[in-house]
C-alpha cells in the first residue's frame, strides 16, 4: 500500500517535472540576464553610495550652520593643547635645569664664603 | 574545476536547477528566475567554490536553496521597513505561485502543487529533493542543511500528510 503510494506520488512529481523543463528559461539566457543584472546592481552601488556622501555632506553643513547661528562654535586653539607621554620623565636628565638656565657671574651671584 | 567545466554542469543541471528554484520560491516563476541568476553569479564569480565534499548536483542545489533563503529574509525586511527597498533594491521573491503558470498545469500536477504549498518548508523541500531531483534523503539533508534524523522525519510526516491532502483534494 504504501509502496504503491510512492509510487503514485513519484508519476506526480514527475509529471510536475517535466511541465517544469517545459518552462524553463534556455541557460544562456538566464546567465545573460545575470550579467545585465550584476552591471545594473553595480552602477545601483554607486549611485547609493554618492546619494549617501551627499546626504552626510548636507548634513554636516546644516549643523554646522545652526551651531554658527546659535553661537556655538568649535574654535580649536592649537597653541593651548599640549600632549605628554607617559615616557617624558625617560628624556628628563639629572640637573637639567642648570642647562635651562642662564649662568650668573659676578660679585651678587657668589657666595662670598668661597671667594 | 575550471569555468569550462562549470559552465557546462550548470548547463548539464539547468533544468533541475529550476524545477529546485521554483519548489524554494513557492512555484513564484519571477522570483525563481531571479533566485536562479542570482546563484549562477555566486558560482561564476567564484563567491561559491565547489570543494568536492559532496557531488555538484547537491551543492549547486544547496546554494539555490540559501539564496532563496537570503531573498526571502531580504523580503521579510522590505516588508517591515519600507525605506529598506532604497538600499535593497527591488523586490524578487513574492513567495506566491505564478497565476499563468498555474493555468497551464494539469489538473494533477496543479493540485499536486497546492498540496505541497500547504506543507511546512522542510517537508516540502525533503519530498521534492527526493521525489523530483531523485536524492537520497540523505543527500536531501545535505541540501536542505538539517540532519539525517530530521531530513528522515520530515520525509516520512511530509509524505503523509501529502497523501491526506492529495485525497482531500480527489473526494
Known amino acids: 500500500m504504501i509502496e504503491r503510494d510512492d509510487h503514485r506520488l513519484r508519476k506526480g512529481f514527475e509529471a510536475l517535472r517535466r511541465e517544469d523543463a517545459a518552462g524553463t528559461p534556455p541557460f544562456w539566457a538566464t546567465v545573460a540576464a545575470a550579467r545585465a543584472r550584476q552591471a545594473a ?33 568649535l ?34 651671584g657668589l657666595d662670598r664664603r668661597t671667594l | 574545476m575550471s569555468p569550462a567545466d562549470l559552465t557546462a554542469e550548470l548547463e548539464h543541471l539547468h533544468a533541475a536547477a529550476f524545477g529546485w528554484a521554483l519548489s524554494c520560491c513557492g512555484w513564484d516563476r519571477t522570483a525563481a528566475e531571479d533566485v536562479l541568476q542570482a546563484s549562477y553569479l555566486k558560482l561564476l564569480d567564484g563567491r561559491a567554490r565547489f570543494d568536492g565534499r559532496s557531488s555538484f548536483r547537491t551543492f549547486l542545489l544547496g546554494v539555490i536553496a540559501r539564496t532563496a533563503r537570503e531573498a526571502r529574509r531580504r523580503s521579510a525586511l522590505r516588508r517591515w521597513l519600507p ?13 506566491r505561485p505564478d497565476p499563468a503558470m498555474a493555468l497551464t498545469r494539469a489538473d494533477e500536477t496543479a493540485r499536486l502543487v497546492r498540496a505541497l504549498g500547504r506543507l511546512s518548508t522542510r517537508q516540502r523541500q525533503v519530498l ?14 545535505t541540501v536542505a542543511g538539517v540532519s539525517l534524523g530530521t531530513a528522515r522525519t520530515h520525509y516520512e510526516r511530509g509524505k503523509a500528510a501529502l497523501r491526506k491532502l492529495l485525497e482531500g483534494e480527489r473526494e
Request: aromatic residues 6%; charged residues 20%; proline residues 4%.
Open chain 1, 75 to 108: 574654535d580649536v586653539d592649537l597653541a593651548t593643547v599640549r600632549w605628554q607621554a607617559p615616557t617624558d620623565f625617560l628624556l628628563k636628565l639629572p640637573g637639567d635645569e642648570l642647562l635651562r638656565s642662564i649662568p650668573q657671574l659676578g660679585l651678587g
Open chain 2, 128 to 141: 521534492h529533493l527526493v521525489f523530483y531531483e531523485d536524492l537520497t534523503i540523505a543527500e536531501a539533508a
Open chain 1, 41 to 73: 546592481a553595480r552602477g545601483h552601488r554607486a549611485l547609493r553610495l554618492a546619494a549617501a556622501v551627499v546626504v552626510a555632506v548636507a548634513a554636516v553643513v546644516v549643523v554646522s550652520t545652526w551651531r554658527e547661528r546659535d553661537g556655538i562654535r
Open chain 2, 83 to 95: 525605506l529598506a527597498s532604497l538600499v535593497l533594491g527591488p523586490e524578487a521573491v513574492d513567495g
